[in-house]
């Protein structure tokens, strides 16, 4: 025993010297070349034709520079405030719906045992592997009455046709519902391991302390993954203001320029008024940089706590 303890003596004092033929890597070399490659596609496909837009926004179609004009030409059009009202009636559930459903069924679900625990996750996680579109698909089969498994339930709401799911006071509810089906999974897992993340030692000091469940939960478990909750709010925020594929998939039975999004669209490709499209897409990055700059300073999600 005390031959071993010297020798490791000796052996820390007295490395072994390096073998010949090895060279040392640099560290970090391989983030480099990540961190490269993404800053090389980022300016050619994100920064690009950001400042492109920026461009096109500020003159006509002649490139004789107009100012505000684009964008006050853009805001006249009597389908410019519906557009936003609906997408904003539609962001609102979908952010408070998203929120407390998924952080509760990843506290639900970081209850359970291990292997109930992967099952649950594996089936949320699920729809998340159906393309966006075929995820749609699937939901307008499922919301008409004459073809959907639900449709006693449908037939009880009153709703016999799929007309009539379709209302339009209904459009925000069904979008919702749509987009957490197939988006949610992604984000319990997220959260799930958040909540793993919390060391043992603070969650046994709370059992102890004679917390319950939901104490647990309100006090401890939330307010330690809320960078996480902040960070999902942002996400989700700024995707669900670019609603298009949901209401474009309804064809005829809903107004083409139901969000933004379908009104870019319709500027761009029906009307072919590209800077009128620009000027469109700037007003949404600015509502969508407004509403993460303040979710940001006002929950701290980059401020770095103090060891």
């Given at each position: 025993m005390f031959t071993t303890q010297?020798?490791?003596?000796?052996?820390?004092?007295?490395?072994?010297?390096?073998?010949?033929?090895?060279?040392?890597?640099?560290?970090?070399?391989?983030?480099?070349?990540?961190?490269?490659?993404?800053?090389?596609?980022?300016?050619?496909?994100?920064?690009?034709p950001a400042l492109y837009a920026v461009y096109l926004a500020f003159v006509n179609a002649d490139g004789q520079f107009v100012g505000l004009g684009q964008f006050v030409k853009v805001a006249t059009d009597y389908r410019f405030a519906e557009s936003f009202i609906n997408i904003g009636g539609y962001v609102v559930i979908w952010l408070v719906t998203l929120l407390i459903l998924t952080v509760g069924l990843a506290l639900i679900v970081h209850q359970r045992s291990r292997f109930v625990s992967s099952t649950l996750r594996f089936i949320f996680y699920?729809?998340?592997?159906?393309?966006?579109?075929?995820?749609?698909?699937?939901?307008?089969?499922m919301l008409d009455p004459t073809t959907s498994p639900f449709s006693s339930l449908l037939h009880l709401l009153g709703m016999n046709s799929f007309q009539k799911v379709i209302l339009p006071p209904n459009l925000p509810w069904l979008f919702v519902i749509i987009a957490f089906w197939i988006g949610a999974g992604g984000w319990i897992v997220i959260m799930y391991g958040a909540l793993n993340n919390i060391p043992n030692e603070i969650m046994d000091a709370s059992r102890v302390d004679g917390a319950n469940a939901f104490q647990l939960a309100w006090y401890i478990q939330i307010p330690m993954i809320s960078?996480?909750?902040?960070?999902?709010?942002?996400?989700?925020?700024?995707?669900?203001?670019?609603?298009?594929?949901?209401?474009?998939?309804?064809?005829?039975?809903?107004?083409?320029?139901?969000?933004?999004?379908?009104?870019?669209?319709?500027?761009?490709?029906?009307?072919?008024?590209?800077?009128?499209?620009?000027?469109?897409?700037?007003?949404?990055?600015?509502?969508?940089?407004?509403?993460?700059?303040?979710?940001?300073s006002r929950s701290g999600l980059f401020k770095v706590d103090d060891e």
């Open positions: 010297v020798q490791g003596v000796v052996d820390a004092r007295h490395p072994a010297p390096a073998q010949p033929g090895r060279r040392k890597r640099r560290p970090g070399l391989a983030g480099y070349g990540f961190v490269g490659l993404y800053t090389v596609l980022l300016l050619a496909f994100g920064v690009g699920l729809p998340g592997a159906l393309a966006g579109v075929a995820g749609v698909l699937v939901w307008l089969f960078k996480w909750i902040v960070y999902m709010a942002v996400l989700a925020f700024a995707g669900g203001t670019q609603l298009f594929v949901e209401p474009q998939l309804l064809g005829n039975n809903i107004s083409p320029t139901w969000s933004p999004n379908e009104l870019n669209y319709v500027y761009a490709f029906a009307n072919n008024d590209f800077n009128g499209a620009a000027a469109l897409s700037l007003y949404l990055l600015l509502i969508c940089a407004v509403g993460a700059f303040f979710l940001i």
